[in-house]
Structures are given as C-alpha cells and as structure tokens.
C-alpha cells in the first residue's frame, strides 16, 4: 500500500464516529441511497462513511458565530456586509440567468474543468427541479453572486450545490452564505429538534485550500452511519 494511502486510512479510522437519521420526501430518499451506495472506487465501503465534513449545530448561533476559532469567519462576514452584501432565499429558477453566470464566472473549480451540466441553461435549469428554493448572497444591486442548494432531510442539512461568482469571492461572499445558512439551521433546530448536523460532503482528501475553507467554517471530519426513519420524530 502506497505510503500516503496508508496514511489516509489510520487518519480515517481513527475519526469520531456519529449516527445520523435521515427522513422526507423523494429527493431525501434519493440522497440516502446515495451515501449509502457502494463506492466507485472501493466498492466494499459505503459513498459517504468515511471523512464526512460535518457540523454539529450548537444551541444558538452566538455559540457558533463567536468562538474562538472562527475569527477568519468573522472578519469575512463583516467585509461582505460592509461591502453591501445579503443574504437571502429565492426560487431558484427566477434567477436562472444569474446562476449560470455564476458557474461561468471561472474556467475551474478546485483544479477541474467546469461541469458542462452547469454550463448548460437548459441541463442546469432542469436540475432546479429537485431543490425550487435556494440560499444566496446579493450584491449592492441585487444580483446574486453566490448561491446554495440546501436540503434538508431529518437531522441533516446539506451544502448540495455551493458555488461563487469568481469576481466577488475576495469579498467573503461564500464566508457570509455560509455563516447565515448555519444561523438558519439553528434557529430552525431551536423551534422544531431538527436538523442537529450540517455536511458539506467530504474532509478526507479534499484538497488543503478546500479543507482550510471548511474547517474555518467549523466543519470536522467523521464516519458517519446514516440511519432511515420512514416516521418523523414527534
């Protein structure tokens, strides 16, 4: 076994575990025997056991927003606001032409070529279909600039699609989405139970500048066995 390989799988196996219940409608369904399902490239593990990037929802969002390792978030929240940046939820194909600029702002995203799919107008408007309503941050003219797919299925929320117009990221664009997506989750845990984790898919082998990212938001890596519940906890 290659030495970087082995490297990889102690890290791996000695990471927290957690269960995580999923539940809701067909795209929940559809995301559960995703994660489930077998691995294209190890096919003895599930897609999404091992190295998950997740976030446990602290009772409030003070609790989250200001602690002591989340300066980076703060100081870029605060640059987008001051910048006239928002935060705000919209239907997705509304502003159909101002996401696929968004995808288009950049040739690559983490060293890879652009999806044709999301370069595609008819292709990525069909694939609104499965999530209507987005999260994204707006500029000073009201034009989105950065957007989130987040469905929310049981305890979990999921950072689905995530992405930033090339021009504005400097700004903290993707720092503030984020940050008020967690502010969300937690007012919407502390009225119903749910959800209690957020993912933003995987932290091992992700690359440095992608994981800095997410562990600066608060994402940790763990195993994770997800649980189906056909009945919603009262």
Same mark, same amino acid.
């Given at each position: 076994?290659?030495? &970087?390989?082995?490297?990889?799988g102690r890290e791996v196996i000695r990471l927290p575990r957690?269960?995580?219940?999923?539940?809701?409608?067909?795209?929940?369904?559809?995301?559960?025997?995703?994660?489930? &399902?077998?691995?294209?490239?190890?096919?003895?593990?599930?897609?999404?056991?091992?190295?998950?990037?997740?976030?446990?929802?602290?009772?409030?969002?003070?609790?989250?927003?200001?602690?002591?390792?989340?300066?980076?978030?703060?100081?870029?929240?605060?640059?987008?606001?001051?910048k006239g940046y928002r935060y705000d939820r919209f239907l997705?194909?509304?502003?159909?032409?101002?996401?696929?600029?968004?995808?288009?702002?950049?040739?690559?995203?983490?060293?890879?070529?652009?999806?044709?799919?999301?370069?595609?107008?008819?292709?990525?408007?069909?694939?609104?279909?499965?999530?209507?309503?987005?999260?994204?941050?707006?500029?000073?003219?009201? %034009?989105?600039?950065?957007?989130?797919?987040?469905?929310?299925?049981?305890?979990?929320?999921?950072?689905?699609?995530?992405?930033?117009?090339?021009?504005?990221?400097?700004?903290?664009?993707?720092?503030?989405?984020? &940050?008020?997506?967690?502010?969300?989750?937690?007012?919407?845990?502390?009225? %119903?139970?749910?959800?209690?984790?957020?993912?933003?898919?995987?932290?091992?082998?992700?690359?440095?500048?992608?994981?800095?990212?997410?562990?600066?938001?608060?994402?940790?890596?763990?195993?994770?066995?997800?649980?189906?519940?056909?009945?919603?906890?009262?």
């Amino acid at each position: 076994m290659p030495e &970087s390989l082995f490297k990889v799988g102690r890290e791996v196996i000695r990471l927290p575990r957690v269960e995580i219940a999923m539940w809701g409608g067909p795209t929940c369904e559809e995301l559960y025997r995703t994660f489930t &399902s077998r691995h294209a490239r190890f096919p003895l593990v599930q897609r999404k056991r091992w190295g998950i990037g997740l976030l446990e929802l602290p009772p409030a969002f003070d609790d989250y927003f200001g602690a002591h390792d989340r300066s980076l978030l703060r100081r870029k929240v605060r640059r987008a606001q001051k910048k006239g940046y928002r935060y705000d939820r919209f239907l997705a194909r509304s502003r159909l032409e101002e996401l696929l600029a968004i995808n288009a702002s950049a040739p690559e995203r983490q060293g890879r070529a652009m999806d044709e799919a999301y370069l595609d107008a008819e292709a990525f408007g069909r694939s609104l279909d499965r999530c209507p309503e987005f999260r994204g941050v707006f500029d000073a003219d009201g %034009t989105v600039v950065a957007y989130a797919e987040v469905p929310v299925c049981g305890d979990l929320f999921l950072l689905a699609r995530l992405l930033g117009h090339e021009d504005h990221l400097d700004e903290g664009v993707m720092y503030l989405l984020i &940050s008020e997506i967690v502010r969300e989750m937690t007012e919407r845990r502390a009225e %119903t139970g749910h959800p209690a984790w957020g993912m933003y898919d995987t932290m091992v082998g992700a690359g440095e500048g992608l994981r800095f990212f997410k562990e600066r938001l608060g994402f940790r890596p763990y195993n994770v066995k997800w649980v189906w519940r056909t009945m919603v906890p009262a």
